[in-house]
């Protein structure tokens, strides 16, 4: 079982940066994925980017690409979303999510462990 916790988040203005960690701890698999997801007032989760732990392979979601970019330190442990150029409609509750891979992380089911979230705010 993986634990996660996750920091970074904060209030912000339009135009800033941010960068979200999540340390993960417990059974920590070559097979895991590790992801970011997003839940802003009223909409449904979105999922921002993944990574596969063992293969280091990524994916970022159309709607941030080239202001969102995820990473790991694997001696750290740490999963990171380095977020650029926020804007409002970046306001949300940013979770970050585990799980073996099943069989790959594009699959909901391979997360099924989730972090607390931290609250992401951007005002214009």
């Known amino acids: 079982q993986v634990q996660l916790a996750e920091s970074g988040g904060d209030s912000v203005q339009s135009g800033d940066s941010l960068r979200l960690s999540c340390v993960a701890s417990g059974n920590i698999s070559s097979s895991l994925c590790m992801g970011w997801f997003r839940q802003g007032p009223g909409a449904e989760r979105e999922r921002l980017a993944h990574?596969?732990?063992?293969?280091?392979?990524?994916y970022t979601a159309s709607s941030v690409k080239g202001r969102f970019t995820i990473s790991r330190d694997n001696a750290k442990n740490t999963l990171y979303l380095q977020m650029n150029s926020l804007k409002p409609e970046d306001t949300a509750m940013y979770y970050c999510?585990?799980?073996?891979?099943?069989?790959?992380?594009?699959?909901?089911?391979?997360?099924?462990?989730w972090g607390q979230g931290t609250q992401v705010t951007v005002s214009a």
């Open positions: 990574i596969h732990v063992g293969l280091g392979a990524t």
């Open positions: 999510a585990a799980g073996i891979s099943a069989p790959n992380c594009y699959m909901a089911r391979s997360f099924t462990t």
